[in-house]
């Protein structure tokens, strides 16, 4: 992930690491902590000080007789991460410091892009102009985080499917950054970054569920000990509640599978219930906005389902707060009551006065989420973990 193309911080990780969740301390601090000599400690900070990754601090502490000791910490500031986020078809771009405040953010519309290789120079610029904006501030982008929707090829990087656009099959982000660049990213998912953001505005018991209403249909579950019912064992696959079976023997879903829950409360298949009168998501929504008996029945049906869908995984993984985003938010309103009837099917009074209903667009969430996993990434490598955990302490708040 580094952007060097390697280990960035090798044998100075630890001291960097504790920085970073520490705030600010002295030299024999850190030595006394991580157990090391003062040698040792001043050798490495003299290293990341050169660098740019820490930095003194104004006021220094002092412990018993003899000059006070300076205090470093991590330079904020002048350290940058860089967060792809793809939802088809827009790719927005933001570029933060290591406070984890956003300086810049971009986005394209890639259907404005129609062929590969256009795609991939917008790719290449973007980068290229975050770059600039880091080195003006006197720094450097430490970390990319990529959240793609769909399906990937996780070993080569490619899109392999992606219903709102398909399109995209076989773009390949991944691949230009390290091309063009020498940048080696991990990809994750987009519901990753959607769900940290998430993680990062709750509490440190809470339980989300992410019902992503689109074309497509996704959902997942987290805490803060990482996504609960989504990994398979190969590093970064989710395995998306939304292909879940609804119906034995039931309708084809795009997936190629039958009876999953999108087949019946996904986007397309909405349109296809109302075709030829709508042959788009845009148009689905305008014509439950206008009030067509037809569209408002479909759309209902539709939450009710998903409702009584996500009343059974409030029941099993103890969720208490459910997020509804994706394009289909701006329609949620008209649905609600079905949706929280759907709830109420399985769930009694007190399980859902306990749940938390809320409703925004994933935007929101992914891009802090993504830039927060840039930053943890860099400090900690195993951050996300291959089964799909999060490894939040030590430094939870850093």
Known sequence: VHIDGGDELGAARPF????????????????????????????????????????AVDGESRSGMGRPAKRWQIAADRNFTLCFVLLPPLLHVALADFGDRIAVQEEFDLSDYPGMRDKNELVGEAFSRMRRRAEAAGGKIRNVFYGAPGDLDWAGGALARVVAMPELVGFNLRRVLQDR?????????????EMLGELLQSGPEDIIAILSWELGLGIVCGSRLGLLNNMLPEESQLRDIGHGRLVRDGRLCRCGKHGCLEAYTGGWTMIEAVAPRAATL????????????????VLGGAAETLGKFMARLVALFSVNRIVVSGPMERVFALARERFEAGLASLLGPEELARIALVVRSPLEGALAGGCFAARRLFFDPNFIGAAGTYHFEPFLTS
């Open 282 to 297: 845009a148009e689905f929504m305008n014509l439950v906005e206008t009030g067509d008996a037809d569209a408002v029945a």
């Open 16 to 55: 960097a690491r504790l920085l970073a969740g520490s705030g600010a301390l002295t030299q024999t601090e850190v030595s006394r902590r991580l157990r090391v000599t003062t040698a040792a400690t001043n050798l490495h900070f003299s290293r990341l000080a050169e660098d740019g990754l820490i930095e």
């Open 181 to 193: 660049f020498g940048v080696v990213s991990r990809d994750y998912t987009f519901k990753h970054a």
